[in-house]
């Protein structure tokens, strides 16, 4: 390492090349002005580094460049940083020679910038994602440097490496085996996350079982750490697209695509398949919105209530399945559901017998958010890959795909008409008949009805949640009609309340109880009346 007295600059490499600058901008720092000391002056390139811009080397941005040379450069607020090595010099090449002859002088977290920004330059990577990966990459350097400068110089094979990165794959619970060299550590996560798009790779994470508190192994790395590494490879390397499950998918447009590989992760998972993928992704990656994903949206949901409203949802559903579902079509979510807090306005919805495949998609055409696998009969395969548990996101989910399946189970076309017409009469009927018949059989009065053998029923196209007028009904015996409120516990509801729960057709949860609605001034008719979609209905109470 060299100080630069004309420059107030620092010099890295050898004297003849190639060579890193490290300088103060002259056109914002006049010579005359006091230079920072070396120290200083890397702690504030490093602290600059992700928001500067990056391009190659030209004899006007740098004009003491000697002929035959080549390189890039990172322009910052107030700093410039220079790497320049002779044009029959390989970079990589150049980058080592440099770690060698500064080995424990130059700072681990500049050459591994220069590898991967050379990477993203050579590669046509544009200029807002490519300052946006080498911020992940540097945090990555960060996490697992031994300090702030390189203690070893040494030049590992590409097998090498890629063993270092398989080690990984074979066992996940093993704590990380890094490289000594800052350019190798580079390497490495580029191979690493090469390696974590490769199907098999997909397919053997997915089915690691990963602790729920966080995202990781009790050695390993955590969850959220490969997905930070996931981003290096399809950034770095100008794929617009990567292939999942025979699927070519692209990244969304201005996105970082860091939910891409946990996506991936459940669709192998959930063995999701071919046909199915899509009809949920059009082709495309989740999208930043809507953000089920995001850690800093709380929501308003009682997940203990909600968890429980899904729990009797779904024992109400499968005591009473008329219909065996199955198609694909897309949800308009009524406003105000638990899931509005996160931005969630529709539903894709790919409906098998035993499962759901759901995409939450936003307001706009581009707005898709993560998928999900969700089982009735496992609720908890809804896995913390996408969804955040810590928001109440998950919980959210959860009792809307309840709420969706009780609907769909047992009542199907009733209950979910298509966009722009009204159900058949004769389906409403014989839902409501069904609906007033299983009202009086658990109440104890009225005979008991013969259970319908289920028939199978096939949905598509663009659907709405319940009729206009049922969800006018419900609002209004919304505001009306009570609520649920949590029992000490041990405790459970009486059966005036459980009367008066069946009457306004609502589903009590165990361990709550339904309080009685002062009705006066509301249409008496609207409680008497059966709501077909009593899966809303239900819903709709937990806001």
Not at 45 to 59: F, K
Not at 141 to 166: C, D, F, P, Q, V
């Amino acid at each position: 390492m060299r100080w630069i007295e004309t420059s107030g600059g620092l010099e890295f490499g050898p004297r003849e090349g190639p060579w890193i600058d490290v300088i103060p901008r002259i056109d914002v720092i006049p010579p005359a002005v006091m230079r920072p000391s070396p120290e200083t002056l890397l702690r504030e390139v490093e602290d600059a580094l992700p928001a500067a811009r990056w391009m190659r080397l030209t004899r006007r941005l740098s004009p003491t460049l000697p002929r035959g040379f080549i390189g890039i450069a990172a322009i910052a607020q107030t700093e410039m940083i220079r790497f320049a090595h002779p044009k029959a010099m390989n970079p990589l090449d150049a980058l080592y020679e440099i770690e060698r002859v500064e080995s424990g002088e130059i700072p681990d977290w500049l050459l591994a910038a220069l590898y991967l920004a050379q990477r993203g330059l050579d590669n046509g990577v544009r200029e807002d994602m490519l300052r946006a990966t080498l911020h992940i990459g540097l945090a990555l350097m960060r996490s697992t440097g031994r300090s702030a400068k390189t203690s070893h110089y040494s030049r590992l094979s590409s097998r090498e490496i890629n063993a270092l990165a398989e080690r990984v794959i074979e066992n996940p619970t093993l704590e990380i085996q890094m490289p000594t060299g800052a350019v190798d550590r580079a390497r490495y996560w580029l191979a690493l996350s090469r390696l974590l798009w490769r199907e098999d790779v997909m397919r053997r994470m997915a089915a690691t079982d990963y602790n729920a508190a966080n995202f990781a192994t009790e050695l390993g790395p955590s969850l959220l750490m490969l997905a930070s590494v996931s981003v290096l490879y399809p950034a770095l390397s100008g794929r617009g697209r990567m292939r999942v499950r025979d699927v070519e998918l692209a990244f969304a447009q201005d996105s970082m695509p860091v939910l891409s590989w946990p996506q991936a992760l459940e669709w192998m998972a959930g063995d999701v398949s071919s046909e199915a993928l899509r009809w949920l992704t059009k082709g495309q990656f989740p999208a930043s919105e809507p953000r089920v994903d995001d850690l800093t949206i709380h929501g308003d949901i009682d997940e203990t209530r909600a968890n429980a409203a899904a729990e009797a949802l779904l024992e109400e559903a499968k005591a009473h399945a008329v219909y065996v579902p199955s198609g694909q079509f897309r949800l308009r979510l009524p406003e105000d559901t638990p899931l509005a807090p996160w931005g969630v306005k529709y539903l894709r919805v790919w409906a098998e017998p035993d499962r759901l495949w759901v995409q939450f998609v936003g307001k706009g055409r581009d707005a898709l958010g993560t998928s999900v696998e969700w089982r009735p009969e496992h609720p908890t395969m809804l896995r913390p890959l996408v969804i955040t548990r810590y928001t109440g996101a998950m919980a959210a989910a959860h009792v809307t795909l309840a709420a969706l399946w009780h609907d769909l189970v047992t009542a199907a076309e009733a209950a979910l008409p298509e966009e722009g017409q009204e159900p058949g009469q004769e389906a409403v009927r014989q839902a409501q008949v069904r609906e007033q018949a299983r009202r009086e059989t658990a109440s104890g009065h009225g005979r008991s009805y013969r259970k319908i053998p289920r028939k199978r029923v096939r949905l598509r196209g663009r659907r709405n949640w319940s009729t206009e007028a049922e969800r006018q009904r419900i609002m209004r015996r919304h505001r009306v009609s009570g609520h649920l409120r949590q029992l000490p516990a041990g405790w459970s509801a009486s059966e005036e309340a459980q009367r008066w729960a069946r009457r306004y057709g609502f589903i009590v949860p165990r361990g709550h109880t339904f309080v009685r609605p002062h009705v006066r001034g509301s249409d008496e008719r609207d409680v008497e009346t059966v709501v077909v979609a009593r899966g809303l209905e239900t819903l709709m109470m937990l806001r």
